[in-house]
């Protein structure tokens, strides 16, 4: 009699338990948020990737918790890469006109994605969806599934000052 009441106690409390977490809406894992993956830049987005650049979020080290969440980080480290080199191509140091400012993000996009790639390649994990497909459908899937498709700036928030990030060179001849 005593087993069949702790039983029905056990059951009780796991129900309840389960009721209240609220699977669907909370972060149970505590996991950081990063927006992944950025769109690929576009004639439609080019304004807002050069205009709203310090409204949206970078990830410095401090921003991500203990080791258990490095996918996390290459995440976070492709976008800030990314949007360095964003601010390269729309300065106008690199590029001058509008369809070179458009060649010149989008080869920003790729060669983060790739850098990412090949990260996410080193480590002893499953590497990112996208990571394993080849050639353009690579690119459609990482164009896919987009959280922020239009480059939107998040209300009330302003980049930090990051190091600009090295390795990037826009090829003209590719455009």
Not at 68 to 76: E, N, V
Request: net charge negative; proline share 8%.
């Amino acid at each position: 009699m005593i087993l069949i009441g702790g039983l029905t106690g056990f059951w009780i409390f796991a129900l309840m338990t389960l009721h209240s977490a609220n699977l669907g809406e909370t972060n149970l894992l505590n996991e950081p948020d990063v927006p992944f993956p950025p769109a690929l830049p576009t004639a439609e987005n080019l304004a807002a990737i050069c205009h709203n650049g310090n409204g949206r979020p970078r990830y410095p080290d401090s921003f991500f918790p203990g080791s258990r969440f490095s996918h996390w980080k290459r995440r976070g480290n492709a976008i800030n890469q990314m949007e360095s080199w964003y601010s390269l191509c729309c300065s106008g140091q690199v590029a001058q006109q509008s369809s070179q400012i458009l060649c010149c993000a989008q080869q920003a996009w790729k060669q983060a994605l790739s850098q990412f790639c090949v990260e996410e390649f080193s480590t002893m994990t499953r590497a990112y969806k996208c990571c394993r497909e080849k050639g353009d459908a690579q690119w459609t899937c990482f164009d896919s599934e987009l959280p922020n498709p239009n480059y939107d700036p998040t209300p009330g928030y302003t980049a930090p000052q990051l190091p600009l990030e090295l390795g990037f060179t826009f090829n003209a001849d590719a455009c």
